[in-house]
């Protein structure tokens, strides 16, 4: 006890800053390797369903977006209930997929046009009505490559 | 000890600092992994010209998998459980009826259900009322199926799953060394010839 009596009573000296720099750093490396860019922000509820037999989209470059679901608490007195499309940053109507698919691919290569996939992100409450319309828009401009993206976990439950 | 207690108390040596933040930034570096979004991977058939006659098929080669409006599975006229959806698909994939399948060790021969693997297809339709999460699962466990004889097949033949050639092959990700991917193809082909994946969905109907 009487150390710590001794010990305070004289000149406390300054906390060495030097290591200070480096934990910086770490973290300013951490955040940089773990953050993932937001592409956009939803307008929508988007509770993706679960499977199991899934496949990974790993190139981002080669895959598009295109969420539905119903819009979310705070849109609903200006789109309403029923469930939507959203391309992008807006809430669309499924006719609009077209140009959305034509303005993708032009944002890309041409040489990697058949390994553009679309990724459907759609609630799992949405009804297979407004799925099908999707799915029959790309149908129309040959965008086949399709992947319905899912949350991970047991689809039977 | 009294004496040197006096003196200012020497400053922590803060040399090793650095190292120690390099060790956690590796640390964290390896096992940090940008989320990666995944799913069930299919492609759309390519519309048909009206004027086309659907080819005709055999009743017994098709598995007919109904969903309704809300959400009850029938499959064959007869209601089903989706637990069993995957056990009855694989069922009737591999049931074998015409004995050309030499690589079918489970199939029943059953004269109701499909002649051979190749020839079997899977109609699936639904409302347009069925939920996208129903829809999920059912496509889930009918691409299960298909893994699962597929893979097994695969095992069978060359000790891996076919999961793995198909990923190997597919994706980049898997970052296979030079020449693999060329010696996989064409096994993942013949895996894939010899169970195809014949999934046909119909449109849905409208009230």
Same mark, same amino acid.
């Given at each position: 006890m009487s150390k710590f009596v001794r010990k305070l009573s004289g000149d406390t000296p300054a906390i060495s800053t030097a290591s200070l720099p480096d934990i910086v750093f770490m973290l300013l490396f951490f955040f940089m390797t773990a953050t993932t860019m937001k592409d956009s922000d939803l307008k929508i509820e988007n509770r993706l369903p679960s499977a199991d037999q899934t496949a990974k989209l790993h190139k981002k470059e080669f895959v598009m977006y295109i969420y539905a679901g119903k819009p979310s608490k705070r849109y609903i007195s200006t789109f309403g209930q029923n469930a939507r499309i959203q391309l992008n940053d807006r809430l669309a109507e499924p006719k609009d997929i077209n140009n959305f698919v034509i303005a993708e691919r032009a944002q890309r290569r041409p040489d990697d046009e058949p390994y553009l996939t679309a990724s459907l992100k759609i609630d799992k409450e949405v009804k297979m009505g407004l799925v099908q319309d999707v799915k029959q828009e790309l149908r129309k401009v040959e965008q086949l490559k $399709?992947?319905?993206?899912? #949350?991970?976990?047991? #689809? $039977?439950? | 000890m009294a004496r040197r207690l006096k003196k200012a108390p020497p400053e922590v040596n803060a040399g090793s600092m650095a190292d120690i933040a390099f060790l956690l930034l590796i640390f964290f570096l390896v096992t940090t992994t940008i989320g990666v979004d995944q799913g069930i991977s299919r492609k759309l058939p390519s519309i048909q010209p009206p004027d086309k006659n659907p080819p005709e098929i055999n009743e017994r080669n098709i598995l007919t998998v109904l969903v309704n409006k809300n /959400?009850?599975? =029938?499959? %064959? %006229? =007869?209601? =089903? /459980?989706?637990? /069993?959806?995957? %056990?009855?698909?694989?069922k009737f994939l591999e049931n074998n009826g015409d004995g050309s399948c030499a690589y079918c060790p489970g199939g029943e021969r059953s004269s109701e259900s499909s002649d051979s693997p190749k020839e079997a297809i899977i109609s699936l339709s639904n409302d347009s009322e069925t939920s996208y999460e129903m829809y999920i699962k059912v496509q889930n466990e009918l691409v299960a199926a298909y893994y699962f004889l597929r893979d097994r097949e695969a095992q069978k033949k060359y000790g891996v799953t076919f999961r793995e050639m198909e990923y190997v092959v597919a994706d980049p990700a898997s970052r296979a060394k030079k020449g693999l991917v060329e010696r996989l193809e064409p096994k993942v082909k013949e895996i894939q010839d010899l169970f195809p994946q014949r999934l046909s969905e119909a449109e849905p109907k409208r009230q």
């Amino acid at each position: 006890m009487s150390k710590f009596v001794r010990k305070l009573s004289g000149d406390t000296p300054a906390i060495s800053t030097a290591s200070l720099p480096d934990i910086v750093f770490m973290l300013l490396f951490f955040f940089m390797t773990a953050t993932t860019m937001k592409d956009s922000d939803l307008k929508i509820e988007n509770r993706l369903p679960s499977a199991d037999q899934t496949a990974k989209l790993h190139k981002k470059e080669f895959v598009m977006y295109i969420y539905a679901g119903k819009p979310s608490k705070r849109y609903i007195s200006t789109f309403g209930q029923n469930a939507r499309i959203q391309l992008n940053d807006r809430l669309a109507e499924p006719k609009d997929i077209n140009n959305f698919v034509i303005a993708e691919r032009a944002q890309r290569r041409p040489d990697d046009e058949p390994y553009l996939t679309a990724s459907l992100k759609i609630d799992k409450e949405v009804k297979m009505g407004l799925v099908q319309d999707v799915k029959q828009e790309l149908r129309k401009v040959e965008q086949l490559k $399709v992947n319905y993206t899912t #949350a991970k976990g047991s #689809a $039977v439950d | 000890m009294a004496r040197r207690l006096k003196k200012a108390p020497p400053e922590v040596n803060a040399g090793s600092m650095a190292d120690i933040a390099f060790l956690l930034l590796i640390f964290f570096l390896v096992t940090t992994t940008i989320g990666v979004d995944q799913g069930i991977s299919r492609k759309l058939p390519s519309i048909q010209p009206p004027d086309k006659n659907p080819p005709e098929i055999n009743e017994r080669n098709i598995l007919t998998v109904l969903v309704n409006k809300n /959400d009850q599975l =029938m499959v %064959e %006229e =007869m209601p =089903m /459980d989706i637990k /069993d959806l995957r %056990e009855s698909a694989i069922k009737f994939l591999e049931n074998n009826g015409d004995g050309s399948c030499a690589y079918c060790p489970g199939g029943e021969r059953s004269s109701e259900s499909s002649d051979s693997p190749k020839e079997a297809i899977i109609s699936l339709s639904n409302d347009s009322e069925t939920s996208y999460e129903m829809y999920i699962k059912v496509q889930n466990e009918l691409v299960a199926a298909y893994y699962f004889l597929r893979d097994r097949e695969a095992q069978k033949k060359y000790g891996v799953t076919f999961r793995e050639m198909e990923y190997v092959v597919a994706d980049p990700a898997s970052r296979a060394k030079k020449g693999l991917v060329e010696r996989l193809e064409p096994k993942v082909k013949e895996i894939q010839d010899l169970f195809p994946q014949r999934l046909s969905e119909a449109e849905p109907k409208r009230q």
